[in-house]
């Protein structure tokens, strides 16, 4: 499985952003999705995931309100939004997956496959 993930880059803080992952290998509904930040220097973040039919989803709670997760499973395609960006946002963003996980029941870090990721920086 391939997870590869576009949509970073330079925005204003107070801006939005939506971030893309393409799977490859995998049809939709063998997977659980979700996305893990890790700023420089610091550990690795969780923000949310989402179920294989996309009706359920999962915030990590410093992460609610700001960050929206979707999926299309046609495209084989998840997103998230940001809203509202902050310079404290500055990472790298992950998207990450896992075939056998519930999405809230299995920690996000540990999801089995991860992306490139791409980075986003927030300027003041």
């Known amino acids: 499985v391939q997870l590869q993930a576009f949509g970073g880059g330079l925005v204003q803080a107070g801006g939005s952003l939506r971030l893309s992952c393409d799977v490859f290998?995998?049809?939709?509904?063998?997977?659980?999705v979700g996305w893990v930040r890790q700023a420089p220097g610091m550990g690795r973040e969780e923000i949310s995931c989402?179920?294989?039919?996309?009706?359920?989803?999962y915030y990590v709670g410093s992460m609610k309100g700001r960050f929206t997760i979707s999926r299309d499973n046609v495209k084989n395609t998840v997103y998230l939004q940001i809203h509202s960006l902050k310079p404290e946002d500055t990472a790298v963003y992950y998207c990450?997956?896992?075939?056998?996980?519930?999405?809230?029941?299995?920690?996000?870090?540990?999801?089995?496959?991860w992306g490139q990721g791409t980075l986003v920086t927030v300027s003041s």
């Open positions: 990450v997956l896992d075939t056998g996980a519930i999405c809230g029941g299995k920690a996000i870090r540990f999801f089995d496959s």
């Open positions: 290998g995998l049809t939709s509904e063998h997977y659980v």
């Open positions: 989402i179920s294989k039919s996309g009706l359920n989803t």
